[in-house]
């Protein structure tokens, strides 16, 4: 009996890997370009965290005219859930991310290098383990959960590292001849790594982010089949990204400590071993510490957060990009019309330590980004948030020629308005121009240096009778309110109140917001002349009949 006998008799089916080295061939891609990968499991939820990932590994893998696929982690059946692989998929979409290969709905994917869900790989990991068998560089463990207990109290009892390795591996030292007994009186068994390392010894890793660092050897005999004949993470990785070809392994830092024995099963499997990029996670402020977006304490860590509020994803991913790479906001500052796509990211300047999440910053960005996009854009983009999450903004937007109107106000001019973050921020920002809307809600008045009634209900008369021309231009518009305010004995410039600050009550600015409150009932609000042109006269006269009756 030797080490090719014990294989067969554990996987007798399995296939030759040359059979799996052929059928999957190194990538024909041009020089220099980088295949990366997203690799989450099923648990259905997608973390900010993942997309931030996904993100960089696939603009690295496009700026290089390479490959960026995803793969479904799913051999730790415990933790999966059911739509768990179309929440991913979609999260993606959503995006605008959808990868080149890989799963494309929860059932379908596209690619020559699948399947690309691990649970649908059985055949293909017991292959590569059939292989390390057959050369005595894994083994059959048959150590019950009682006995891994039981090692485990004895190692920390003895103040030792816990785990299955050296004197402690115990099924390690049984004969060819005892593993193939126990196999045949039908006793359950795992299939162990047999690791060549030493603790003692170190070896060095550059990482593509982290720069150099250095670990113990792995001396640590891992499961690499589990009892449900699926791999464990460690295994089901190399093996894939191996076979899938992956040069570049863009995943988060808690895999760092794992990379020793990563580039240990490497090595014994025969593959060559990829790039790492270890992507420190997102952080948040709390109580004066910093600690990472959590899935149980901050909605914010859900990718379903962002798309609940309608925040952009243009904002979001040039928000991500923003913390990735310290430089694009002095690059977007220069080049406020480029795409971002055209930033000239680069993965080995990502931060070493976790970047601050900041969400002032990103509805900022998100203010910005729908301040570039045309009233339709607005338009198309706000119907679809509220075709999902709001029904009163849907009926609000039935009459897309007047909601173009609304949107068109201080849009696509040198300074366009910038007061939407988020689509969620929509009906708040327009109800004043409906008129059930702005009936319907008991109306404040916020007046300001203005406010008595008297002088109030004069401007609000005088401007519908005497100077408000619905053909006005907005020169002429503005120098009818100058009138207004001279008529009533303001200061017609604001230049003229400062100069003479005793002699007038008032200027025409504080005209213009007796005008806008009594119109809109807010003190703040875009373009008054563009606000006044999509309401017409007759609406403008109503309103400030309402305004009147509303005096005290
Ligand atoms: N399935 C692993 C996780 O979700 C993936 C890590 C990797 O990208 O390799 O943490």
Redesign the pocket.
């Known amino acids: 009996m030797d080490y090719k006998d014990l294989a067969n008799l554990i996987f007798p089916n399995a296939k030759d890997i040359k059979y799996y080295e052929e059928k999957y061939p190194e990538r024909n891609l041009p020089e220099g370009a980088i295949v990366t ?1 997203f ?3 099923p648990t259905g939820f997608v973390h900010i965290g993942g997309l931030y ?1 996904a993100l960089v590994a696939k603009t690295v893998a496009e700026k290089t005219d390479g490959v960026f696929f995803l793969r479904v ?1 799913d051999t730790d059946q415990k933790r999966e859930v059911e739509n768990g692989v179309i929440g991913i998929v979609n999260s993606l979409k959503d995006f605008d991310m959808a990868p080149d290969e890989g799963m494309i709905t929860d059932t379908e994917e596209i690619g020559n290098y699948g399947p690309y869900k691990q649970s649908l790989r059985k055949d293909i990991y017991q292959a590569y383990a059939k292989y390390l068998i057959e050369q005595g560089k894994a083994y059959p463990c048959f150590c019950t959960p009682e006995e891994d207990e039981e090692r485990k109290a004895k190692q920390e009892a003895a103040k030792l590292r816990t785990g299955y390795y050296g004197v402690w591996a115990k099924c390690r030292k049984l004969t060819v001849e005892e593993m193939a007994e126990k196999i045949k009186n039908g006793e359950s068994y795992i299939i162990r790594f047999k690791s060549p390392g030493r603790e003692d010894r170190k070896i060095k890793h550059k990482d593509v982010i982290k720069g150099n660092v250095d670990f113990p050897e792995n001396d640590q005999d891992i499961i690499i089949i589990k009892s449900d004949g699926l791999p464990t ?1 460690h295994f089901a ?1 190399a093996v894939d990204d191996h076979l899938m070809r992956t040069t570049y ?1 863009i ?2 830092d ?2 760092l400590s794992s990379v020793p024995l990563h580039l240990q099963l490497f090595h014994e499997l025969g593959f060559k071993a990829p790039k790492y990029a270890h992507i420190s996670p997102i952080m948040k402020n709390d109580n004066g510490g910093k600690r990472k977006l959590s899935k149980r304490k901050d909605p914010e860590a859900a990718v379903s957060y962002y798309k609940e509020q309608g925040i952009p994803t243009d904002a979001v991913k040039e928000y991500l990009l923003n913390i990735a790479n310290s430089t694009f906001e002095n690059w977007r500052r220069a080049n406020p019309d480029k795409k971002m796509e055209e930033f000239d990211f680069q993965l080995n300047k990502m931060s070493v330590s976790g970047a601050l999440f900041d969400m002032i910053k990103l509805l900022d960005i998100g203010k910005t980004v729908i301040s570039k996009m045309t009233a339709e854009e607005v338009y198309e983009k706000a119907l679809d948030w509220a075709n999902e999450f709001d029904s009163e903004l849907v009926e609000m937007l039935k009459n897309k020629e007047y909601a173009l109107k609304v949107f068109g106000i201080e849009r696509g001019n040198k300074k366009p308005r910038k007061d939407i973050a988020k689509w969620s921020d929509v009906k708040e920002n327009i109800e004043y121009m409906y008129d059930d809307k702005f009936y319907s809600k008991t109306q404040e008045y916020p007046y300001q240096v203005i406010s008595d009634k008297e002088s109030i209900e004069k401007i609000l008369k005088l401007y519908i009778e005497k100077y408000y021309y619905v053909n006005d231009d907005k020169q002429t518009w503005f120098d009818k309110i100058k009138e207004l305010s001279v008529e009533m004995g303001y200061a017609g410039e604001v230049k003229e109140f400062k100069a003479n600050p005793g002699k007038y009550k008032a200027h025409v600015g504080d005209v213009s917001t007796v005008l806008r409150v009594a119109l809109t009932s807010r003190t703040n609000t875009p373009d008054m002349y563009e606000i006044m042109k999509v309401l017409g006269k007759e609406t403008i006269e109503k309103r400030f009949e309402k305004a009147i009756e509303n005096l005290k």
Do not use: F
Request: proline fraction near 8%; charged fraction near 30%; aromatic fraction near 16%.
């Open positions: 990968r690799a989450p499991s990932q982690e993470y990785h392994v995943r988060s808690e895999w």
